[in-house]
């Protein structure tokens, strides 16, 4: 079964600053897709990035990129910037082509001190 | 467009209660499925359904029914619930079946049991 891991707890960053969170998954699966959802104290779930296994080239949001590694299987992403608006719980996500089912990490808390 | 809602946002039910969780979206999404959040565990699936009359187990489906009569809704049904599924749940739905599409959540429901 595919597994999603998220290795950081917890994190924190200064307001303007730089930040990355961590995700490692296991497939055996070529065909996939990736994301990461953010979760404000409001408990919406929002998606913030998606990318597709098959894309060699990293996606990009705004102020919110990744950086995919295939190989390693490995999705972090980096927050430029940060806002306090982006205090929340992040969650890597997981979807093999072909199915119906996203698989979750356990989350990454994060914090912007003012 | 409301999005996905979910009713009720909050419920304290007692052990051996039966209750439903509605979920409703107006998108028509021909996807829809049910999480569950727990602390420290990420959001696990419970149902999914890829079409009315058509639905599926996911992760963790012991202890909850549901059925898609509709297009638009997708209700979850603890027929007898116990402390164990005191947790936030979210409904989420998307435009299709295609792994690559975006899911949209719900608020949540916070249940309580007792």
């Known amino acids: 079964a595919q597994t999603v891991t998220q290795s950081q707890p917890e994190m924190s960053v200064q307001e303007a600053e730089t930040v990355t969170l961590s995700c490692t998954y296991d497939?055996?699966?070529?065909?996939?897709?990736l994301f990461w959802y953010k979760q404000p104290p409001s408990r919406q779930m929002i998606l913030v990035i998606r990318q597709e296994a098959y894309k060699q080239q990293n996606a990009t949001e705004n102020r919110f990129s990744v950086n995919f590694q295939k190989a390693a299987k490995s999705f972090s992403l980096k927050i430029s910037d940060s806002q306090l608006g982006d205090a929340a719980m992040y969650f890597c996500?997981?979807?093999?082509?072909?199915?119906?089912?996203?698989?979750f990490g356990k989350g990454t808390k994060l914090t912007v001190n003012p | 467009n409301a999005g996905v809602t979910q009713t009720p946002k909050f419920q304290v039910l007692k052990t051996g209660q039966s209750m439903t969780l509605q979920c409703a979206q107006d998108m028509n999404h021909e996807y829809m499925s049910w999480y569950r959040q727990d602390p420290g565990m990420g959001l696990r699936l419970i149902h999914y359904s890829v079409g009315a009359g058509i639905t599926d187990q996911g992760e963790v489906p012991n202890g909850y029914n549901v059925s898609r009569s509709t297009t638009e809704d997708f209700p979850l049904r603890l027929l007898s619930a116990a402390p164990s599924q005191t947790s936030v749940y979210f409904c989420a739905s998307s435009y299709s079946r295609q792994s690559y599409n975006e899911q949209f959540f719900g608020p949540g429901t916070r249940l309580t049991v007792l």
């Open positions: 497939t055996s699966e070529s065909d996939y897709y």
């Open positions: 996500a997981y979807i093999g082509g072909g199915s119906e089912k996203l698989v």
